[in-house]
């Protein structure tokens, strides 16, 4: 039938409004596993994980199952309106929700309870409103938890399960900045189940081969199949022989052979090794086969295959000659002699990162890219890179995430860095550039580089990872004092003491700086504790102005304060600031300053002990250029161990 005259204006109206009706209506899923898998013993866990993650959509039913199994370790609701109550009153869902159950998810439904578990607080808006759908979905999006998003788009299974172990990354820590052999344990209250809604921004190091590793191991020249041998599981995981075998749970010992398969829930890893010179690690919520494990003489060939999730692999050599490939549906990692890892799992692009050694990429059928190198620290690249150095630029220009974490004047410090081959990334939890490798520079380096008026500097020689901590002197508004260090809360203290860095080291040593463009006079206690197991000669130097401030090692007063720093033995130096050592018993002054002082005590100067006839006495600043040589000469100072701190003078000077 024709219609030769137009439609009136009321039914167009009305077919425009039932078209936005449709459209706007999410679509309904009827085919919830919950009904089967809504156990919470560990295996119907693990089954209800990995067959959401093959589902198109995802209800809200089954997402706030699997969101309280991954909080609680188990969810002790039986109906959709009992898990929506659970959150509820935990403030994890608004009062008003009312979506039913069969709902498909959508993003901005997601964010809400994620950005509060995550403790982000968002921008002003979010901080003044609170935590809607919109603003979670962009805070998630700015940080790295949700890839570009709108908060009405709605998950398919297998996304949903890549933003869970997403959220759990950065809880509990990324592991690819782990080496396969190390499993990221996480605090023993999550461990046994509970929750913790603490964000961790501090990173696990690189750990050092301990004796006995792998690599130590002299090769052997067996033909055949080999074993894969399971070193260590945390958290909820199974196995199988092959694609027909049953799963059963993980355990340490087990030794299974080619064609095994390796499943893992939102907390789980399993540690393996192919002896002698394999480790391999399957992180969080991630599916992987061996598909082919032979050696023939000398030769090893070493398959992987990631259906989903991140898998990270250490190849140290052996005397062996290897061709070893991780492979997922979208990419192909080639690893020669390296530690690696691949991620491969929606909604993210596909990303590998080489700690150490050389490895080479492929993704989306593009030219294959080869990234990193020995001693260079973490490289990453993604299926978006032309090259490694496209990541690696985009690194380096990557601002902090949290207003007032960073100022222009790191600019020249972190540039000498970079040109000394070091890499840095951004933690985004925390809103620290991470700094590793390169050298650390040289006092002529350092001196034009420094970004602030008061610079505290901590420099190591090896192969590990310190911290600088700086304690600041007491004022009215903080009697205690402040605690300048590398970790989010702490970076940026309140009297304007900034942390520039968290350098996690590299072969050639590191640095780390803590500066002030204001500050109090006073003593300033600076300690370097060593994070990691390789024992290192550290440095610690000071300058004000440009120039050197001396410092108090216990014994004695030197520009330099140099000391081997072993595990739980940190570097530690006192540096007093236009002040006095607390400690140590003042020069005698004539009897009639001393009156004057009784009834009003004046500020002390180094200008003022030198005219009244004092002898050199552990009273530092910048040192006077035309006073340096007769200055040399100081009296012996009681050692720290039995000083007592005077207490904190009535008005803080500020500068």
Not at 197 to 225: E, F, H, V, W
Not at 391 to 414: F, I, K, N, W
Not at 508 to 532: I, K, M, Q, R
Request: aromatic share 6%; proline share 8%.
């Amino acid at each position: 039938m024709r219609f030769d005259a137009p439609l009136p204006r009321v039914a167009l109206l009305g077919v425009t409004c039932l078209i936005v009706m449709i459209g706007c209506r999410t679509a309904a899923v009827s085919d919830s596993v919950l009904p089967r898998l809504a156990a919470n013993d560990a295996d119907a866990q693990l089954d209800f994980w990995h067959t959401l993650a093959t589902k198109p959509l995802v209800s809200n039913d089954e997402a706030f199952h699997g969101l309280l199994l991954y909080l609680d370790g188990k969810d002790g609701a039986t109906t959709y309106e009992q898990r929506v109550a659970a959150l509820k009153s935990r403030k994890l869902l608004p009062a008003t929700f009312q979506q039913p159950g069969d709902r498909a998810l959508t993003r901005g439904t997601l964010a809400v309870p994620l950005a509060k578990v995550l403790n982000f607080r968002g921008g002003l808006t979010m901080r003044l409103a609170g935590a809607s759908p919109r603003y979670a979905t962009r805070e998630l999006e700015y940080r790295g938890v949700y890839p570009r998003s709108s908060e009405n788009q709605i998950f398919t299974g297998g996304e949903f399960v890549g933003v869970i172990g997403k959220v759990q990354d950065v809880r509990a820590g990324d592991p690819t900045n782990l080496p396969a052999a190390s499993v990221p344990a996480e605090a023993s209250a999550d461990a046994a189940g509970e929750t913790s809604d603490a964000i961790n921004p501090i990173l696990a190091m690189i750990q050092a081969p301990q004796p006995g590793d792998l690599a130590l191991r002299p090769a052997t020249t067996q033909a055949g199949p080999m074993k894969v041998v399971i070193t260590a599981v945390e958290g909820i995981a199974s196995v199988r022989e092959n694609e027909n075998a049953p799963w059963k749970p993980a355990a340490k010992g087990m030794e299974l052979t080619e064609q095994a398969e390796f499943r893992t829930g939102p907390r789980g890893t399993v540690q393996f090794t192919i002896a002698p010179d394999q480790t391999v690690s399957v992180d969080r919520l991630t599916t992987m086969k061996v598909l082919k494990l032979v050696q023939s003489g000398g030769k090893v060939q070493t398959d992987l295959g990631i259906k989903y999730g991140r898998t990270r692999y250490d190849l140290e050599g052996g005397g062996l000659e290897h061709q070893s490939t991780l492979r997922s549906p979208n990419a192909t990692l080639a690893v020669r002699g390296t530690r690696v890892s691949l991620f491969d799992q929606p909604p993210y692009t596909p990303q590998a990162v080489s700690l150490t050694g050389r490895a080479e990429f492929r993704a989306h059928r593009r030219r294959p890219i080869s990234f990193g190198a020995a001693g260079q620290g973490k490289t990453i690249v993604t299926s978006a890179s032309e090259t490694a150095g496209d990541v690696a630029l985009s690194q380096t220009v990557v601002d902090p995430t949290r207003q007032g974490a960073r100022t222009e004047s790191e600019a020249a410090l972190l540039t000498t860095l970079l040109s000394r081959g070091a890499t840095v990334e951004l933690d985004r939890a925390s809103g620290i550039r991470i700094v590793r490798g390169g050298f650390p520079p040289t006092d002529p380096q350092l001196i034009s580089a420094l970004p602030g008026r008061l610079n505290f500097v901590l420099r190591w020689n090896g192969d590990a990872n310190l911290d600088l901590g700086l304690s600041t002197p007491g004022t009215d508004g903080q009697p205690g004092g402040e605690f300048v260090y590398p970790a989010a809360g702490l970076n940026v203290a309140a009297s304007g003491g900034r942390t520039a860095f968290d350098h996690r080291g590299g072969p050639n040593g590191g640095v780390e700086v803590v500066y002030f463009d204001s500050f109090t006079d006073g003593v300033y206690a600076v300690g370097g504790p060593n994070l990691s197991t390789t024992p290192v000669t550290a440095t610690i130097d000071a300058f004000l102005d440009g120039q050197r401030i001396q410092l108090f090692d216990g014994l004695t007063l030197s520009d330099t304060v140099t000391q081997t720093v072993a595990p739980g033995q940190p570097a530690l130096a006192l540096v007093p600031v236009n002040a006095p050592l607390p400690f140590v018993e003042p020069p005698p002054l004539p009897p009639g300053i001393a009156q004057r002082r009784a009834v009003a005590p004046p500020q002390r100067t180094f200008t003022s002990l030198r005219a009244a006839g004092a002898a050199a006495g552990p009273f530092v600043g910048p040192k006077a250029a035309a006073a340096a040589k007769g200055d040399s000469a100081q009296p012996p100072v009681a050692a720290a161990a039995t000083a007592t701190r005077s207490p904190a003078p009535a008005k803080a000077k500020r500068r």
